[in-house]
T-cell receptor, first 113, second 115 residues
């Protein structure tokens, strides 16, 4: 079955710097890749997603890139702010498995003021 | 509108006991998912429902775990003969349908502790 690896497990940046989180997946049939943000003690919330027919997607300070050949995708956060501090999870799914999501292990992002 | 809700928020039980965890999805959402999140890990898929039927239960770890959604709305995850290794946060999510790109909206989770 699908396996999603996420790196790094922790990331500390200064406010205003950029942060990059990377994920690799094993199943070449996976074709949908969402990213969730989970603040301490709260529920995961979708922040951005990308489908396999697109190489890049951007939403204000957040962007996601996908390299299907290499089977990896990345989350980019620019101009980081303290409120970006949270755990970020990547996930993968494919169209013959309904909405079943396979998650990475998570990255704890800390943005220092 | 109201989001996904889960009850109880915390459940402490003793090894060997039976527990039920409840999920109320967003009204009108036909797909409902259960995940388990251990400390420091990503959510792990357990089962999902499309309507009343379990469309994929491949993530249930063993036959002690069972879930139902009899009327296509509220779902209950049932764990028999609980073990300490079952301790985790159990997350429920719902989406408008089971389309693979439909956004899943998560509940706050139930933290289960098995002593």
């Amino acid at each position: 079955g699908e396996n999603v690896e996420q790196h790094p497990s922790t990331l500390s940046v200064q406010e205003g710097d950029s942060a990059v989180i990377k994920c690799t997946y094993s199943d070449s049939a996976s074709n949908y890749f969402p990213w969730y943000k989970q603040e301490l003690g709260k529920r995961p919330q979708l922040i951005i997603d990308i489908r396999s027919n697109v190489g890049e997607k951007k939403d204000q300070r957040i962007a996601v890139t996908l390299n299907k050949t290499a089977k990896h995708f990345s989350l980019h956060i620019t101009e980081t702010q303290p409120e970006d501090s949270a755990v970020y999870f990547c996930a993968a799914s494919k169209n013959n498995q309904g909405g079943k999501l396979i998650f990475g292990q998570g990255t704890e992002l800390s943005v220092k003021p | 509108g109201a989001g996904v809700s889960q009850t109880p928020s915390n459940k402490v039980t003793e090894k060997g006991k039976y527990v039920e965890l409840r999920c109320d999805p967003i009204s009108g959402h036909t797909a409902l998912y259960w995940y388990r999140q251990s400390l420091g890990q990503g959510p792990e898929f357990l089962i999902y429902f499309q309507g009343t039927g379990a469309a994929d239960d491949s993530g249930l770890p063993n036959d002690r775990f069972f879930a139902v959604r009899p009327e296509g709305s509220v779902s209950t995850l049932k764990i028999q003969r609980t073990e300490r290794g079952d301790s985790a946060v159990y997350l429920c999510a719902s989406s408008p349908s089971s389309g693979y790109t439909d956004t899943q909206y998560f509940g706050p989770g139930t933290r289960l502790t098995v002593l």
